[in-house]
C-alpha cells in the first residue's frame, strides 16, 4: 500500500500537459531584471551601480543577514540601472537592471556537464560554499539553504527528505530534473546528508511519476542511505509536514519547524543546485521552469536565467492563447495572478500556467452551507470557515488561537467549496496580520 499522509487533502486533474517535454534552454534575453529579494529573509545589498560590467555568476547583491542569500548575475552584460520594478507580487521591489552583451561567465565556474561525484566531507566547507552560491529551496518556499542546514542550539537532524512530489497539478519541472540530471541530484543528495552530518535520506515521489521512480530506484541502489519512497497521488502531499508524516510517520507539533522532529525537507531542484554550487562553483543562476496551458501550443520545460521576463517563456511556448483568462506564478493550487508579462523569473519560479479564461473566471461568492467539506479537507487539521470570518471581520486573537498560523496555503479549502467562498484569500490576509502582530510582541 503506497504511503500518503493522513489528515485532508484532494485530487485536482493533473493536466501535465508538459510531463514528457525534455529540459530546453530558453535563449538568453535582451535584458533581465533581478530582485535582490528572491527569498525569505533580509533583502540582499546591491553590489553594483549604472554602468558596471558583470559577468555571469558574479556577485551583484550581498545576503542582508543570516537569513538571506547572495544574488548573482545570471548574464554579462551592463548594468543600465539599480531601481524599483514590479515582481510577481505586483508590487514594486528593488533590482538590477542589465542589458545582455555575449555570455561570458566568471573565471572558476564549471560549465561542463561532467558528472563531477567525489567531494571533500568537511560540512562546514559545504554549507559555506551553498552559502556563497546563493542556494535557497526551489521548491517555492525560497527559504535559505545554507540555514535549513544548521540547526537551532539543542536540535540535531536525524533524516533528510528530499521532495519529489511535485503535487501541484500542471507542473512538470521536478519531473524532468529527476528523470534528465538524476545523477547530479544523487550527488546533491550525498552533499545535503553530509552537510546534516545524517545517513539516511528518503526521496519522496508521487506515483504518477514512474518514470522517475524507477530511473531513481536503479541508480539510488548504488548509494548507501538513500532510498526512494513511492507516494499516493494526493494533494498537498508536497507540503513538509504532510511529507514528512508520509515517509518517516512523524508529525511535526503546531507551531514548530520540521527540525523539531530530526526532520530537514529539501526539493529535488535544490539539490541539484547544491551539486552545482559545491561540485562546480555554480550560483544560483538559473532554473528549469514549466510554461504550460491547456490552450498553449507548446508545453515545455525551460532551463532560464533568473531575471528572464515571463513573456519570453510564453513566445518560447506558442505566443499567448486567445483565451487566456489568468497568467499564474506556480500552480492553480497555491501559484498567484500576475499583472504583467514583464515580470521577472525569480530563484522561486517553479511554472508559468495560462490558464483558460473559462477556468479562470471567478464564481460569485454565496452564503456558507455549513457542509465542513473545507474542514474535511485541510490537511492540517484547521476550520477554513472560521478562519475566513474571524480575518473578515478582523478578530486577530480568535485567528491566532485558532492556528490560523499553521495554514499552509494549499487551497483545498477554496477548491472544494461549493459556495466559491474565497477562503484562502482571507485566510492569507489574516495570516500576513497575525503575523505582524506576533513579530511585534517579540520586539
Same mark, same amino acid.
Given at each position: 500500500?503506497?504511503?500518503?499522509?493522513?489528515?485532508?487533502?484532494?485530487?485536482?486533474?493533473?493536466?501535465?500537459?508538459?510531463?514528457?517535454?525534455?529540459?530546453?534552454?530558453?535563449?538568453?534575453?535582451?535584458?533581465?531584471?533581478?530582485?535582490?529579494?528572491?527569498?525569505?529573509?533580509?533583502?540582499?545589498?546591491?553590489?553594483?551601480?549604472?554602468?558596471?560590467? $558583470? /559577468?555571469?555568476?558574479? %556577485?551583484?547583491?550581498? *545576503?542582508? !543577514?543570516?537569513?538571506?542569500?547572495? @544574488?548573482?548575475?545570471? +548574464?554579462? &552584460?551592463? $548594468? /543600465?540601472?539599480?531601481? %524599483?520594478?514590479?515582481? *510577481?507580487? !505586483?508590487?514594486?521591489?528593488?533590482? @538590477?537592471?542589465?542589458? +545582455?552583451? &555575449?555570455?561570458?561567465?566568471?573565471?572558476?565556474?564549471?560549465?561542463? *556537464?561532467?558528472?563531477?561525484?567525489?567531494?571533500?566531507?568537511?560540512?562546514?566547507?559545504?554549507?559555506?560554499?551553498?552559502?556563497?552560491?546563493?542556494?535557497?529551496?526551489?521548491?517555492?518556499?525560497?527559504?535559505?539553504?545554507?540555514?535549513?542546514?544548521?540547526?537551532?542550539?539543542?536540535?540535531?537532524?536525524?533524516?533528510?527528505?528530499?521532495?519529489?512530489?511535485?503535487?501541484?497539478?500542471?507542473?512538470?519541472?521536478?519531473?524532468?530534473?529527476?528523470?534528465?540530471?538524476?545523477?547530479?541530484?544523487?550527488?546533491?543528495?550525498?552533499?545535503?546528508?553530509?552537510?546534516?552530518?545524517?545517513?539516511?535520506?528518503?526521496?519522496?515521489?508521487?506515483?504518477?511519476?514512474?518514470?522517475?521512480?524507477?530511473?531513481?530506484?536503479?541508480?539510488?541502489?548504488?548509494?548507501?542511505?538513500?532510498?526512494?519512497?513511492?507516494?499516493?497521488?494526493?494533494?498537498?502531499?508536497?507540503?513538509?509536514?504532510?511529507?514528512?508524516?508520509?515517509?518517516?510517520?512523524?508529525?511535526?507539533?503546531?507551531?514548530?519547524?520540521?527540525?523539531?522532529?530530526?526532520?530537514?525537507?529539501?526539493?529535488?531542484?535544490?539539490?541539484?543546485?547544491?551539486?552545482?554550487?559545491?561540485?562546480?562553483?555554480?550560483?544560483?543562476?538559473?532554473?528549469?521552469?514549466?510554461?504550460?496551458?491547456?490552450?498553449?501550443?507548446?508545453?515545455?520545460?525551460?532551463?532560464?536565467?533568473?531575471?528572464?521576463?515571463?513573456?519570453?517563456?510564453?513566445?518560447?511556448?506558442?505566443?499567448?492563447?486567445?483565451?487566456?483568462?489568468?497568467?499564474?506564478?506556480?500552480?492553480?493550487?497555491?501559484?498567484?495572478?500576475?499583472?504583467?508579462?514583464?515580470?521577472?523569473?525569480?530563484?522561486?519560479?517553479?511554472?508559468?500556467?495560462?490558464?483558460?479564461?473559462?477556468?479562470?473566471?471567478?464564481?460569485?461568492?454565496?452564503?456558507?452551507?455549513?457542509?465542513?467539506?473545507?474542514?474535511?479537507?485541510?490537511?492540517?487539521?484547521?476550520?477554513?470557515?472560521?478562519?475566513?470570518?474571524?480575518?473578515?471581520?478582523?478578530?486577530?486573537?480568535?485567528?491566532?488561537?485558532?492556528?490560523?498560523?499553521?495554514?499552509?496555503?494549499?487551497?483545498?479549502?477554496?477548491?472544494?467549496?461549493?459556495?466559491?467562498?474565497?477562503?484562502?484569500?482571507?485566510?492569507?490576509?489574516?495570516?500576513?496580520?497575525?503575523?505582524?502582530?506576533?513579530?511585534?510582541?517579540?520586539?
Amino acid at each position: 500500500m503506497l504511503k500518503t499522509f493522513k489528515l485532508g487533502g484532494v485530487h485536482p486533474a493533473e493536466n501535465k500537459l508538459s510531463a514528457n517535454k525534455a529540459i530546453e534552454k530558453l535563449a538568453l534575453p535582451k535584458s533581465v531584471f533581478i530582485p535582490v529579494a528572491q527569498h525569505i529573509g533580509a533583502p540582499a545589498q546591491a553590489l553594483v551601480k549604472k554602468g558596471d560590467q $558583470v /559577468k555571469v555568476g558574479q %556577485l551583484v547583491a550581498k *545576503s542582508g !543577514g543570516f537569513v538571506s542569500a547572495n @544574488i548573482h548575475s545570471s +548574464v554579462s &552584460g551592463t $548594468v /543600465k540601472k539599480v531601481d %524599483l520594478a514590479m515582481d *510577481s507580487s !505586483g508590487y514594486p521591489k528593488q533590482g @538590477i537592471l542589465i542589458d +545582455v552583451e &555575449g555570455d561570458e561567465w566568471e573565471t572558476g565556474i564549471d560549465t561542463s *556537464s561532467t558528472l563531477v561525484k567525489n567531494f571533500e566531507t568537511d560540512p562546514k566547507k559545504i554549507i559555506d560554499r551553498i552559502n556563497e552560491a546563493g542556494v535557497v529551496g526551489l521548491g517555492g518556499a525560497t527559504f535559505p539553504t545554507h540555514v535549513k542546514l544548521v540547526p537551532p542550539q539543542g536540535m540535531k537532524a536525524e533524516v533528510l527528505l528530499i521532495n519529489g512530489v511535485e503535487c501541484e497539478p500542471y507542473l512538470t519541472s521536478d519531473h524532468r530534473v529527476m528523470l534528465e540530471k538524476a545523477d547530479e541530484l544523487l550527488v546533491g543528495v550525498r552533499l545535503l546528508m553530509c552537510a546534516l552530518e545524517v545517513d539516511k535520506a528518503y526521496i519522496g515521489i508521487e506515483n504518477n511519476k514512474p518514470d522517475a521512480i524507477k530511473h531513481l530506484k536503479e541508480l539510488a541502489a548504488k548509494e548507501s542511505g538513500i532510498e526512494i519512497v513511492p507516494l499516493k497521488v494526493k494533494y498537498p502531499q508536497g507540503g513538509e509536514k504532510q511529507l514528512i508524516k508520509a515517509v518517516t510517520g512523524r508529525e511535526v507539533p503546531s507551531g514548530a519547524l520540521p527540525i523539531a522532529v530530526g526532520a530537514v525537507v529539501s526539493n529535488v531542484g535544490t539539490a541539484l543546485a547544491v551539486y552545482e554550487a559545491v561540485q562546480k562553483n555554480k550560483p544560483l543562476v538559473e532554473r528549469v521552469v514549466t510554461i504550460t496551458g491547456k490552450s498553449v501550443k507548446n508545453p515545455a520545460n525551460f532551463l532560464v536565467r533568473v531575471g528572464t521576463p515571463i513573456q519570453n517563456l510564453i513566445d518560447a511556448a506558442g505566443g499567448l492563447p486567445e483565451d487566456t483568462g489568468k497568467i499564474i506564478s506556480g500552480g492553480p493550487m497555491m501559484g498567484k495572478a500576475v499583472a504583467s508579462t514583464d515580470i521577472p523569473v525569480t530563484k522561486g519560479t517553479s511554472g508559468i500556467l495560462l490558464m483558460q479564461d473559462a477556468e479562470a473566471k471567478r464564481q460569485p461568492m454565496k452564503n456558507c452551507i455549513r457542509c465542513t467539506r473545507c474542514v474535511t479537507v485541510c490537511p492540517m487539521g484547521l476550520e477554513p470557515y472560521f478562519l475566513m470570518t474571524v480575518s473578515d471581520k478582523q478578530i486577530w486573537e480568535k485567528a491566532e488561537a485558532s492556528k490560523i498560523m499553521d495554514c499552509i496555503e494549499c487551497g483545498s479549502c477554496s477548491y472544494t467549496c461549493p459556495a466559491d467562498r474565497p477562503l484562502l484569500d482571507y485566510i492569507r490576509l489574516g495570516k500576513g496580520k497575525v503575523g505582524n502582530i506576533i513579530r511585534s510582541r517579540k520586539k
